[in-house]
């Protein structure tokens, strides 16, 4: 079986599974599949979830250019499951080289269609000259159906897509020997970060033990019972690497508030400082194979809150050359991987968090050239060890894993291996002299928690507010304070959800089945909620009644528009969005019937609020801590936010990192203040001036995206209750 279609003279290879669904479809058209129909049909006896079938047709639908908000082929039935609305006929053949002739009941006018799809399947083998085989021609297009059945016992073992198992024939064996994954490391907590030594014998790690603020970095043999701990306890350390010649680590901490790099013997030993930077964050680090040279590779902000870029380190000679210079307004380049020669540095370049591509530069300089065209979240990377190719962990078309892809840019990735179900895999680690490869393989639990109070002079009190095994996050409570939005993956892919305030009846909203959502806010009369969904590679924002349905597009623009928060009438939503490559603050109407979007500010502003009196903005720089103010004259537009005439800040020490987690309300401004190892949930007073700290979370780590309800009466917020990690090693890869 071939498993391609060929639409307009191009053939596209699809896996096995997604075929047999179109196939089930196909069988049934115009008729609704549901999701137990399809587990049924194409998974027989196998226990799958429903974000499997979900990618299926996410696949299909991305063959066919297929619109799930105006679909042509494939529609989305509602908690249902599908069906194939596009026209199907049935036609036989009697020789492969002939052409299709319609059976009894087709229509010559399908022909445009028809030439959408050809030879869904290839014949495999005609027992006479004269055999008529029969096919089923969907939107115009054949699949062969007469020897389905003949090779069903086959397609029943060839299981693809399971998030509940692993997908371990992917991973290419050395030779003849049986490919083996076990746990290099299995402590309570996360380990994170790892790295291979030469031979594979030995790994570098960071591990952060159960409840402890601090992660250390450690040195694991294979065969040892007990880690080598190499960086000192006070400290937050992350990214080891070897030198050259194995003999020293490198790595990154945090020490009194400032990223440093510190260089320490594999043996252990008292570390010494390589490079301190104040007020700049130190992303990863990675040292050359010259040994004569002694370089790291090292993606650090260039400023600081601004862009990460890469520089080569030379600790001896305390001092640093650039590498790459991202746009500032962007996330930047992160984890420099040093291909196996040393000759070029493959590394992410991001435009906003958990969008990004891979990039290759020269070691000595010069223009990266870009690998992959994905524009998704990669989660590290690595060289195979002829640095022909680059292993690395992303999601692509809904699936979680290891990929591989020509360095050259010769070909689409391929995948190694899959994720299971509930974890993630990151951080994948070649061994240069042998075939070992290791890997973070890593578990986490989002909920929705709540704070609440009995009075203005109780205590805030934590509890879990709505939950399931799949990932809920990013809250946004109602005007009324008696329903939150939240966007939950229990469906299969992110969708926005609509539960009760105290998390029960549950409602699932949209159905888009594949594309990232992200914040959603609820508009000031509670009818409707407003969304930033990405699609392809870049975000625009979306309205959708709160009652459910097809989401409004509002923005229209190559660009990235991100934290939507509606004006105090409705009648706009003011976003931060990149599309002048600089992030400032715009508005759009909130009818997607009336096109009409305006900058708001000029000189920078990656989030923007409007008082409730619709008389000032709020507004946090790209570049600078604290939330700031500006009298709002909308006949005036932009407003001037840079370094001259710079407004007065009311909040200082608001980070930039935190900029959806503010609320500006009648009276005062609810917000996140992190410090060292604290997040802690503060007011700011607008008749007093004071700020007044509510609630500090027992784990800074924990707390992400919170949303304020009513008067601040209570609040909900993305609640990590889980994050386990191990690092896995593979034996006899190639």
């Known amino acids: 079986m071939r498993n391609r279609l060929h639409r307009d003279g191009d053939e596209v290879q699809l896996e096995p599974k997604v075929m047999e669904v179109l196939l089930c479809m196909a069988q049934q058209p115009g008729e609704t599949i549901t999701k137990d129909q399809f587990k049924d049909e194409v998974w027989r006896e196998t226990v799958v979830t429903d974000d499997v079938l979900s990618r299926c047709i996410s696949q299909l639908r991305k063959v066919f250019d297929d619109d799930p908000n105006d679909p042509s082929y494939i529609e989305t039935i509602r908690k249902t499951g599908y069906r194939l609305i596009a026209p199907v006929q049935r036609a036989v053949v009697t020789d492969e080289s002939q052409e299709l002739a319609p059976t009894e009941g087709g229509t010559e006018d399908a022909e445009p269609v028809q030439r959408i799809f050809r030879n869904l399947y290839r014949r495999v083998q005609a027992s006479s000259a004269d055999t008529t085989e029969e096919w089923v021609i969907v939107a115009g297009g054949t699949i062969r159906r007469s020897w389905i059945l003949v090779l069903g016992g086959l397609l029943g ?31 309570s907590g996360e380990e994170v970060d790892p790295a291979l030594s030469a031979s594979g014998d030995r790994a570098v790690f960071a591990w952060r033990k159960p409840d402890q603020p601090y992660q250390n970095i450690y040195l694991i043999q294979r065969g040892a019972e007990q880690p080598l701990q190499l960086s000192p306890d006070s400290t937050v350390a992350w990214s080891p690497t070897w030198s050259p010649d194995e003999r020293f680590v490198a790595y990154v901490q945090k020490r009194d508030g400032d990223h440093e790099i510190s260089v320490v013997p594999s043996i252990g030993g008292q570390y010494q400082q390589a490079l301190r930077l104040s007020e700049r964050r130190v992303q990863s680090i990675s040292w050359l194979p010259d040994t004569s040279r002694r370089a790291i590779a090292v993606s650090a902000q260039r400023r600081p809150h601004q862009a990460f870029a890469l520089s080569t380190l030379y600790p001896n000679a305390d001092s640093m050359s650039s590498l790459t210079a991202p746009p500032l307004w962007s996330v930047g380049d992160t984890d420099p991987t040093p291909s196996p020669d040393g000759s070029q540095i493959a590394f992410v370049r991001s ?48 699936v979680t894993g290891l990929w591989r892809t020509d360095a050259s840019r010769n070909g689409d990735p391929s995948l190694v291996r899959s994720s299971s179900g509930g974890t993630r895999l990151s951080h994948p680690t070649l061994a240069s002299q042998s075939n070992r490869l290791a890997y973070v393989q890593q578990s986490v639990q989002l909920d929705i928690w709540t704070l609440s109070r009995p009075d203005q002079y109780a205590e805030f009190s934590a509890k879990p507010l709505v939950s399931s095994t799949q990932a809920d996050t990013d809250p946004s409570i109602s005007p009324d304070g ?30 888009l089945e594949g594309p990232n959502i992200h914040s959603v806010t609820w508009s000031p009369d509670g009818e409707h909620l407003c969304l930033s969904i990405r699609r392809h590679d870049h975000s625009d924002l979306y309205v959708l009644p709160a009652t459910g ?24 939503v003011y976003f931060a969005s990149n599309r002048t490559d600089a992030w400032e603050a715009w508005r759009t109407r909130a009818s997607p019937d009336t096109q009409r979007t305006q900058q708001v500010t000029t000189g ?53 990192q935190e900029r959806g987690n503010w609320w500006v309300g009648e009276d005062g401004i609810h917000f ?16 007093s001036h004071r700020i007044l700290p509510l609630y500090t979370f027992s784990e800074w780590r924990s707390v992400q995206d919170i949303a304020t309800g009513p008067g601040g009466r209570w609040f909900a917020y993305t609640h990590t209750v889980r994050r386990e990690s191990d690092v896995m090693l593979v034996e006899n890869v190639q």
Do not use: C, M
Request: aromatic share 10%; proline share 8%.
């Open 351 to 398: 435009t906003v968090e958990g969008v990004g591509d891979i990039f290759v530069v020269p070691t000595s300089g010069g223009t990266p050239t870009q690998v992959t065209t994905d524009s998704t979240a990669i989660y590290g990377l690595t060289w195979s060890a002829d640095g022909s190719d680059i292993l690395y962990a992303a999601e692509r078309e809904g």
């Open 482 to 511: 008696n329903r939150v939005a939240f966007i939950s993956e229990r469906s299969g892919a992110p969708e926005v959800w609509v539960a009760k305030a105290d998390g029960s009846e549950p409602d699932q909203l949209t159905a």
């Open 604 to 656: 920078g502003a990656v989030a923007a609020q409007v008082s409730p009196t619709d008389s000032t903005l709020y507004f946090v720089r790209p570049d600078t801590v604290g939330i700031w103010e500006r009298p709002l004259d909308t006949t005036k537009l932009p407003l001037r936010t840079g370094p001259e005439g710079l407004p007065l800040s009311t909040i200082t020490e608001f980070s930039p």
């Open 672 to 687: 996140v203040h992190r410090y060292a190892n604290e997040a802690i949930l503060a007011y700011y007073d607008f008749a």
């Open 157 to 187: 073992i060839l299981l693809v897509g399971s998030v509940t198992y692993w997908v371990a024939s992917e991973i290419p064996t050395s030779g003849d020997a049986p490919v083996s994954v076990r746990p290099f490391t299995s402590y």
């Open 549 to 572: 349905g097809t989401p409004s597009r509002l923005t229209r623009a190559d660009a990235e528009d991100l934290h939507p928060r509606w004006s105090p009438d409705g009648r706009w």
